[in-house]
């Protein structure tokens, strides 16, 4: 009992530090500064770790819609990320004819709602563990805590790991993450 109490305030302080440092001023993401009064689409834009997603949000026709009020969680992976997909996958996805498609993998990836890490870590501990997100495309993504660091598995059992958190912005916030989330 003692062990575990410990454990747990362990996790409670890592999730703590980490969700500190991550409300830093205008954290860095891709070697740029994301400034809070700027909006998804705006700050995405300028970090060189998601030209892709910038490039596959602009092929979806999304742009509007995340430039919009929100506010939205968006959890967005990197270039890296998209480049664990097979290959081709990516060049198919941005051809028009494939647009439904690439509309449906993008909306897994966001959220109604401005969600924090430390709002996201509470409702994991609440529900016993794993929290099903309901995404705006449909899709149920299952967080988890992982060590003090938040896990997301996508409806194919693919897991991403939320690697730069709580990136504020005008209309919402951003969660970085490793792996890009795909619908069954």
Do not use: W
């Not at 051809?95 to 109604?112: G, S, Y």
């Not at 309901?134 to 939320?162: P, R, Y």
Request: proline content about 4%.
């Amino acid at each position: 009992m003692i062990k575990n109490s410990v454990r747990l305030m362990m996790i409670a302080a890592m999730m703590t530090a980490g969700t500190a440092a991550a409300y830093a001023k205008d954290p860095m993401v891709g070697g740029a500064a994301m400034y809070p009064s700027k909006n998804i689409v705006e700050n995405a834009s300028h970090s060189k770790d998601h030209t892709t997603l910038v490039a596959a949000v602009k092929a979806a026709g999304l742009v509007k819609t995340l430039e919009g009020k929100g506010p939205f969680t968006v959890f967005a992976p990197t270039n890296e990320a998209f480049a664990k997909l097979p290959a081709g996958t990516v060049d198919t996805l941005l051809k028009p004819e494939n647009k439904a498609q690439l509309t449906k993998i993008l909306t897994c990836h966001v959220v109604a709602g401005d969600i924090s890490s430390k709002t996201l870590a509470s409702m994991i501990k609440k529900h016993g563990g794993t929290y099903d997100i309901k995404t705006v495309g449909g899709c149920v993504i299952k967080a988890k805590d992982s060590m003090g660091k938040i896990t997301l598995t996508d409806e194919k059992g693919d897991v991403a790991h939320v690697t730069i958190a709580n990136v504020k912005q005008s209309n919402g916030m951003i969660h970085v993450i490793d792996t890009v989330l795909l619908p069954k």
